[in-house]
C-alpha cells in the first residue's frame, strides 16, 4: 500500500520560514518524480515545485521561484520543500504527490499517488 505523509505545515508570520517533509512508502521511490501542490480555500489545486528522478532537474512555480527550495532524500524516501519569506498568499493546504510518469509534472492529473495535505497559515 502506497503512503505519502506530509508533515512541518503550521502558522507562521510574513517573511518567516516553514519546512515541509512528505514520507514515502510502498513505492520505489526513485522511480518517481515527486511534486508539491497547494489548494488555497475556493481555489483550484495548483503546482508549486517539483523534482526529478536524481534531483538534479527541479521546477518551480514563477510565484515560489527563489524563495522555495524543493530537494529529495533517495535513501529516505522522503521530499522536501523548504519554504522562505513567506507570504499571506503562501496560505492554504500544501500536498505531496508522486507521479510514475514522464510528462511536464506540473498538472495534477500527471501524479499517481497523494498525501493527505498539511496546513501552511502566513499571518500578516
Known amino acids: 500500500q502506497v503512503q505519502l505523509v506530509e508533515s512541518g505545515g503550521g502558522l507562521v508570520q510574513t517573511g518567516g520560514s516553514l519546512g515541509l517533509s512528505c514520507k514515502t512508502s510502498?513505492?520505489?521511490?526513485?522511480?518517481?518524480?515527486m511534486g508539491w501542490f497547494r489548494q488555497a480555500p475556493g481555489k483550484e489545486r495548483e503546482f508549486v515545485a517539483h523534482?526529478?528522478?536524481?534531483?538534479?532537474?527541479?521546477n518551480y512555480a514563477d510565484s515560489v521561484k527563489g524563495r522555495f527550495t524543493i530537494s529529495r532524500d533517495n535513501t529516505k524516501n522522503t521530499v522536501f520543500l523548504q519554504m522562505n519569506s513567506l507570504r499571506p498568499e503562501d496560505t492554504a493546504v500544501y500536498y505531496c504527490a508522486a507521479d510514475g510518469g514522464y510528462g511536464s509534472s506540473r498538472s495534477p492529473s500527471e501524479y499517481d499517488y497523494w498525501g493527505q495535505g498539511t496546513q501552511v497559515t502566513v499571518s500578516s
Open positions: 510502498g513505492l520505489t521511490f526513485n522511480n518517481y518524480i
Open positions: 523534482i526529478r528522478w536524481s534531483g538534479t532537474v527541479r
